[in-house]
Nanobody, 123 residues
Framework: QVQLVESGGGLVQAGGSLRLSCAAS????????MAWFRQAPGKVREFVAS????????YYADSVKGRSTNSRDNAKNTVYLEMISLKSEDTAVYYC????????????????WGQGTQVTVSS
């Protein structure tokens, strides 16, 4: 049974930083491209960042580019998203997702999803 469990969300002041983690189990982690998506109230789920299964490429949405770092530790089956200079518009539920041998930004291409972790940025 595949499980993706996000952690690290919470309440952060604008301008602050946080690190989200997503621990995976039940899959061959090194063969999965891992991505982060987010969904704010009343909005569609949007792509935030991804790191390919081969670790050769990372992608970022324009809204977080330059403020985010996506990394993975295959020994720990964990992917991380570090964000700095947080803004109120970063407030959302953040989800991690897995796509085997994938290289896509489209959420419907991802096979497995976590339950999400809430990030709230106060101004």
């Amino acid at each position: 049974q595949v499980q993706l469990v996000e952690s690290g969300g919470g309440l952060v002041q604008a301008g602050g930083s946080l690190r989200l983690s997503c621990a995976a189990s039940g899959l061959t982690f090194s063969t999965y491209t891992m991505a982060w998506f987010r969904q704010a109230p009343g909005k569609v789920r949007e792509f935030v960042a991804s790191i390919t299964w081969s670790r050769t490429s990372t992608y970022y949405a324009d809204s977080v580019k330059g403020r985010s770092t996506n990394s993975r530790d295959n020994a720990k089956n964990t992917v991380y998203l570090e964000m700095i200079s947080l803004k109120s518009e970063d407030t959302a539920v953040y989800y991690c997702a897995a796509d085997q041998y994938g290289n896509t930004l489209r959420p419907n291409e991802y096979e497995y999803w976590g339950q999400g972790t809430q990030v709230t940025v106060s101004s």
